[in-house]
């Protein structure tokens, strides 16, 4: 059974940053890739960064320059490394890892940014 582990999420205040990591409790095969999303209260479910089995990446506009998206494929680890945070960036983020035949979500981890 794969989970996906997250960790690094918190309270830091605006302009702060934050390091957010994932990591599968097993090796999983055939990646396309990896994803962080993120879902504030009342709100929907929103893919925030990728990166594709070739290490392609895009952003939502509203993190481009912010935002930086990196796995260790060896681990099968995901980061997210967010700078210049903004209390609209509050949320669950949830990381994601898609293969050819699965897709697989973490438990979330709470980033708060006070306004």
């Not at 409790?25 to 929103?46: H, L, T």
């Not at 967010?82 to 980033?111: I, R």
Request: proline share 3%.
């Amino acid at each position: 059974q794969v989970q996906l582990v997250e960790s690094g999420g918190g309270l830091v205040q605006a302009g702060g940053s934050l390091r957010l990591s994932c990591a599968g409790s097993v090796r999983i095969f055939g990646i396309n890739g990896m994803g962080w999303y993120r879902q504030a209260p009342g709100k929907q479910r929103e893919l925030v960064a990728h990166i594709s089995t070739y290490g392609s990446t895009n952003y939502a506009d509203s993190v481009k320059g912010r935002f930086t998206i990196s796995r260790d494929s060896a681990e099968n680890t995901v980061y997210l490394q967010m700078n210049s945070l903004k209390p609209e960036d509050t949320a669950v983020y949830y990381c994601n890892v898609h293969t050819t035949s699965a897709n697989y979500w973490g438990q979330g981890t709470q980033v708060t940014v006070p306004s």
